[in-house]
Every structure is written in structure tokens, then in C-alpha cells.
């Protein structure tokens, strides 16, 4: 399908602010599922982009104020074509080798009790891989109430029970992952739902390496399903601090409100 999105954050302050650096992972890159026929960011304050790929593929821009800044925007746009590949992505642009998306972060660890479920769940499925991951997401789904306001845990308070909020449930995902030996990775981008047109937070989810056959697959655990042509994958990194579409600092010395408004609206069949 056709996607038109529109993706806007506004940082506004109750004394001006002196100083914004920003670093971007707002454009998609073209995959075997989805095809950007056209995107542009737009920020509300006089500077340059300056374009850089960082390591793990991920087309970030950068971007640094003087103020005074009473309110900062902003807005990227564009048109995405996709497909529904099941979530089988193959290859994407590979910058570090596999090895690297084992490795654990602060916000992945593997405890114990994660590695247990992970296994167990590797066990009940035969040893298969894929029927391991799918496994998971469904138990992950079923067991964890999605909270999008709930407070940080790690990983194995998350598989203890509770409400979890959307990064959490994911970490949790890529720590059971990587509990297997198998590379996984965090992605940020956008859900399509009808229902649900506009949204006020990205949406993130899991790839995982299957091997030279599959590749990466993704699994999102929020929705129970692999992804299709209602996803749109914004960037990837080994948390999702890696791939969070917007980080920064910003210097000011009072109260700093921010709002996020994602549109997104279904142009016509790809």
C-alpha cells in the first residue's frame, strides 16, 4: 500500500532556551518492503542538516541551535510504498557483522529468568528457531499488559509480571533473543492502523537473524503478528536508544513541554 506520513514533535519552553543540539533518525531507507518515493524533514529554527549514516545503516541528520528558542518544531513527511513480506526483510544495509547483535546492553541484560523462558520456549517449539520467536511474541502478547504510560523495568522484572510500556516489551523480546545465541535488534517506525490514524509516539518492534535463508524477520510482540505492509521501519540499533527518531539536549533554564503528533493515511494500494 501507498502511505502518506507526517510526523511532528514540538519542544516549547517557559524560558527561552539558549542552545539545541538534535540528532534525527527520521528517514526511512528503501528495503525489499517498503520503497520512500519521497520524504523531507523541515525544522522550525534556521540551521543545516548535515546527513550522516551511523553504524548500524540507520540515515540520521544532526543539527545544532543558538538561541533564544521559545519553540522548536520538528516535521518529517513523506510517501511509502510497501509490501507484506511476512516480515522477511533478507538483508538490509550492513555496516557491522552479526557477532555485534548478540551482544547484550544496559537496557537488554540477560538474567536468568529470561534465559529460562527463552530456552523453554526454544525446547516446546523442537529446537526450530522460527517457531521458537513465534512462540515468544504470542506469550509475550498474551502475558505482559501493554501500559504505554507504565514505568521503566528491565527485561526480567518485565517477564515477572505487570503492566510494561512499548520499549520495554521489546527489550525484553531482544534479550530472549540473543538468550538463544541468535542476533537480534530493536527498530523504531510506524504502524498503520485504520483505526488509530493518529498517534502521539513511534511504534518499535524486534528483526531477529535467521540465518542466510531468512535473514532478519521482524516480530512485534505489541501486535502479535510479524510485520506486513502496514509497518513502516524508520531505523534499527542494538536497544532502542540506537533507533529512537529523536534525541537531543536542549539548554534552558525553566520548564520544557513536549508533544508528538504522527498522522498517518493510506493513499491507495502500492
Known sequence: MRLAIVHETVYRFDTPATRAIQTLRLTPRTTEAQL????RIDVSQDCRLSPVEDAFGNLTHSFSIDGPIDELSIVASGEVATEDTAGVLHATRERLPLAVFR????????????RDFARTALTESGGDPLSALHLIMGRLHESIPFERAAASRAPH????GGPAGTE???HLFAAAVRALDMPARCVSGYLHDEALPERDAPHFWIEAHLGNGLGWVGFDAIANACPT???IRLAAGLDTLDAQPIRGVRTHFGAETTTTRIVIREIARA
Open 36 to 39: 520512500v518515493d519521497s520524504w
Open 157 to 160: 522484572e518485565v517477564l515477572a
Open 229 to 231: 505492509d502496514r509497518w
Open 168 to 170: 520495554d516489551v521489546v
Open 103 to 114: 551482544r547484550a546492553t544496559d537496557r537488554t541484560p540477560i538474567e536468568g529468568s529470561v
